[in-house]
């Protein structure tokens, strides 16, 4: 009882902490759109550098002075002021992500010690640990490659995901049912959050990807979009994360499909959610076959994704929520 | 990737608007129809038509899944029922559309996987493409000065590059290598093995057989057609493939959350059995339960529902004993407010049949009479009684869960209410008009066994297996192209070494040339540029 109460207090904290993060993040955003906006010849070239390294170096150019927008500071000290104040919310925002995460690791460690089994037996246990590998996997990315402009999209993914968990989704620490009582609760939920948490992220990406290329077409890239690496960069790194949770995804299907032939006698059963992970499955081999495919290059292939990702959500909030089916498991 | 261009070239060099299409003839426009099939924009609309297709089976009720909510739904929509069954909404996955669209898919991808075959194999014997007359013009390049060293840079280059799995060919001044050719395998053998997936289910759908039967605890199954309540099997089914094993359970053991969190979810479900191989054969006790099926010979015995059957005696208007036993009673709810007949066809001079209520938590109360909970805490059994003449026995069959009230007559007392009959376990009742009486003597459980074979699952797990294997090296496996040139006249030669990457979302091409040009220029000063 104790453990489960230290556990929502942590999961309830870390969404507050993770909602603290993104203003944070939106205030490092906002204060970038004061930083000097340079000649279109001059971004492209710096684009072609961000191609090349994946860390953004903060555009600070006060020989640039001549090329301000209004609004933007006024002299180079102005300008590193504000780079400056940039540089505090960005760090601000890494630094309160840690802390959610450290606070909703503790919160799923302890929900595990409170339920004396793996802590992902329903909705909400499965959202916080999904949430754990989302944000983890972007800690160890801002620490080997620098993609803090990932911060905004991904804490506010991971507020909205564990505020959702910690009030919609809350059921408190029971057992399983005995259809959950299998080797196989380990290996498919687990594979299911991990290439989730990699859909979640390639979505994201790929939602990046398209604000980031309609503002490149339109010669329009200043504030937070600058700061993004180039379109194309975004795509390669939202197809590297989609091209890993793709076959974990095959597994995670295939591994449902072997635990449904153990627990209900039948592999494949159509059930929603087994027919919504073959509709995910199948949108996404449809990304990655319009990837090598002349004229579904890059918005079309960033279009599909999204709507995977769309698929993806749908077949754990609506199929869990709306349809009834053998995977019931929200206990809501 | 230039695989799949080829393929893309294939398609778009027989585009639609090409003005000698009439010309083509029958077996032109069956070569049209095909290259058009196995285009990979065909391939692309076909997988969205299927991610389509199959949406509407999770969101309207399928007759495989609850037969019962099909029906429910045509009685609620009118209109609509019918139509939605004239399009076979309520069995997508079996509708002709569904099928059309993924077998186009897989003539789809047969066309590309052949083609790409072919390709692969003249791929793996051909030798690395020769060396491109200037390096720097690569993605990545590297060039070292070696000043006068001797003719052995070129074998140290071959050997670093073989050490690094390249395919190295050496060729006058220049050696040129490849490395990668798994990427191609991977996909080839993720497509293929998709192929041999769909043969498995195929395989299942077509010899396999799957049934249902309802056991009362104590009680047995013997494998045969008579003995399933209900079975479907593929065509090529015969039913002398039906082992002749039988089951017994000897008891059940249930338990339910009593906990105020999910109070009465279940958490145990374990049915210890006696399984008799073949008649004859030594028994051996085995344990049933949710995710640990029996597996008899290529038989898997599943353990898929329960519930309860209260266990009455009936005795007709003569005294004598018109019924004795268990009656199954099918579960309504999540608490198992229980529905079912006790039929006493024999009872004399008049038959008597009950419409019968089984609560294995009962509460009385304004909803009328329900349970609360899933075990059996305070079981009692509430009924309402017909009678009528003796009928003649047709042997037609008919439904034991439910009473169909033709020739028989509701029981009511003197005002014209129904009789209805309430009864705790032990406790029995005289009807009115000295029809009879009816005892419940007490109640077991029924365990509901599924008795299956699906012979093509090995096969379609092997193929999964391989495909997702695959997949992997498909994604993962980096195809690179190296040259090194030595270049220049003694005295000022120089290493040029020249990389490409033949799959994008890859890194560190330009590092490893670099590294390839200091080391094949060791011992000598490096200046990679």
């Known amino acids: 009882m104790r453990y489960e109460y230290y556990s929502n207090l942590a999961l309830v904290s870390s969404a507050v902490v993770y909602m603290l993060a993104m203003f944070a993040h939106a205030a490092e955003w906002a204060a970038a759109r004061r930083l000097s906006v340079k000649e279109p010849a001059e971004r492209e070239l710096v684009n072609v550098a961000a191609a090349d390294n994946v860390r953004p170096e903060l555009d600070v150019h006060p020989e640039l002075e001549g090329h301000r927008q209004p609004g933007s500071a006024s002299g180079p000290q102005d300008q590193a002021a504000v780079s400056r104040r940039v540089e505090q919310f960005g760090r601000m925002g890494v630094a309160l992500t840690i802390i959610g995460f450290l606070l909703s690791v503790a919160g799923v460690v302890t929900r595990a010690l409170a339920a004396h089994r793996a802590p992902w037996g329903n909705m ?14 972007y800690l160890i990315m801002v620490w ?111 591994a449902g499909a072997i635990w449904a032939e153990y627990a209900w006698g039948r592999y494949w059963g159509w059930d929603p959610k087994e027919t919504w992970a073959l509709v995910t499955w199948v949108i996404y081999a ?47 | 990737m230039t695989a799949i261009k080829t393929r893309e070239s294939a398609a778009g060099s027989k585009g639609p608007d090409r003005p000698d299409l009439p010309k083509l003839g029958w077996r032109g426009s069956l070569r049209y129809l095909w290259t058009q ?7 692309l609309i076909l997988l969205f038509a299927l991610a389509l297709a199959a949406i509407p089976g999770s969101l309207v009720p ?114 040129a290598a490849e490395r990668g050719y798994l990427r191609e395998a991977g996909n080839l053998v993720f497509h293929v093995s998709l192929v041999f997936v769909l043969v498995g289910v195929a395989i299942g759908a077509l010899w396999g057989f799957r049934g249902t039967s309802v056991v009362v605890v104590g009680q047995g199954f013997s494998n045969n057609l008579t003995q399933f309540d209900d079975f479907s099997a593929g065509a090529e089914f ?22 105020p969190v999910q109070r009465g979810a279940a958490r145990l479900f374990r049915a210890n059995v006696e399984v008799t191989e073949r008649p004859g054969a030594a028994p051996r006790r085995e344990v049933l339960e949710v995710n640990t099926p029996l597996r008899i010979g290529g038989t898997t015995v599943h353990l898929i529902g329960h519930g309860y059957a209260p266990k009455v005696t009936v005795k007709d208007a003569q005294g004598n004993v018109a019924f004795s036993g268990p009656v199954v009673m099918l579960p309504q709810d999540g608490n198992f407010t ?30 009328g009479p329900h349970s609360v909970f899933p075990d059996a805490l305070n079981p009692a059994m509430f009924a309402n009684v017909w009678y009528g003449p003796p009928r003649v026995e047709t042997g037609k069959p008919e439904n034991v869960y439910s009473l169909d009230p033709t020739g028989l007559r509701q029981l009511r007392q003197a005002d014209g209410q129904p009789v209805r009959i309430a009864l705790k376990v032990g406790d029995g009742v005289t009807l009115p008009d000295g029809k009879g009486s009816i005892q419940l003597d007490g109640w077991v459980r029924w365990v509901k066994l599924q008795i299956g074979d699906t012979p093509g699952v090995p096969i379609s797990l092997i193929a999964l297996a391989f495909a997702v294997t695959g997949l992997c090296l498909s994604l993962f496996v980096r195809p690179r192209r190296v040259w090194i040139r030595v270049r220049g006249e003694p005295g000022h030669r120089v290493v040029e070494v020249g990389g490409l990457d033949r799959a994008d979302a ?4 330009t590092e490893d040339v670099a590294e390839l040009a200091a080391e094949v220029s060791r011992p000598e000063d490096v200046s990679a540029t």
């Open chain 2, 37 to 43: 099939l196995s285009s990979m924009r065909t391939a």
């Open chain 1, 124 to 137: 909400f246990e499965f959202t916080v640990m999904a949430m754990v590998f989302i944000v983890g996997v």
């Open chain 1, 286 to 332: 449809g990304y990655l076959h319009a990837r090598s495919t002349a004229g579904w290059r890059g918005t079309r292939a960033a279009v599909i994704a999204i709507v995977g990702l769309a698929s993806f959500w749908f077949n754990f909030v609506g199929i869990n929520l709306f349809v009834s089916g053998l995977h019931s498991y929200a206990g809501i």
């Open chain 2, 238 to 259: 015969s039913e002398a493939d039906l082992a002749p094993f039988s089951v017994t359970v000897k008891d059940f053991d249930v338990r339910f959350e009593t906990g």
């Open chain 2, 62 to 175: 399928q007759r495989r899944i609850s037969p019962v909510r099909v029906s429910d739904f045509i009685n609620e929509h009118p209109r609509l029922g019918p139509i939605y069954d004239r399009v076979g909404l309520f069995s997508v996955y079996t509708s002709p559309w569904f099928s059309a669209i993924y077998l186009l898919l897989f003539v789809s991808l047969v066309g590309c996987i052949i083609p790409r075959v072919g390709m692969y194999a003249r791929a793996l014997r051909a030798r690395p493409p020769r060396t491109p007359r200037n390096l720097a013009r690569l993605p990545a390049y590297a060039m070292v000065d070696i000043a006068d060293q001797d003719d052995g840079v070129l074998g140290r280059a071959a050997a670093a590059l073989r050490q690094r799995h390249y395919r190295v060919d050496t060729a006058g001044d220049s050696v």
């Open chain 1, 144 to 254: 080997r490659a620098g993609v803090r402009w990932l911060g905004l999209p991904v804490t506010l993914l991971a507020a909205v995901g564990n505020g959702l968990a910690v009030t919609v989704f809350y059921v408190a620490v029971a057992p399983l049912v005995p259809a959950l009582h299998s080797v196989w609760f380990l290996i498919h939920i687990v594979a299911a959050a991990i290439s989730g948490a990699a859909f979640n992220v390639g979505g994201v990406m790929s939602i990046l990807y398209l604000v980031k290329k309609r503002a490149e077409e339109r010669d329009n890239v200043h504030g937070y979009l600058e700061r993004l690496p180039s379109s194309r960069k975004i795509d390669l790194i939202a197809y590297r994360f989609l091209a890993f949770a793709f076959p974990l995804w095959t597994f995670t299907v295939v």
């Open chain 2, 506 to 509: 890859r890194a560190g091409l």
């Open chain 2, 338 to 367: 229980s529905v079912g007949a006790i039929k006493a066809p024999d009872a004399r001079p008049e038959r008597l049949a009950f419409e019968a209520l089984f609560l294995p938590t009962a509460v009385l109360d304004d909803q």
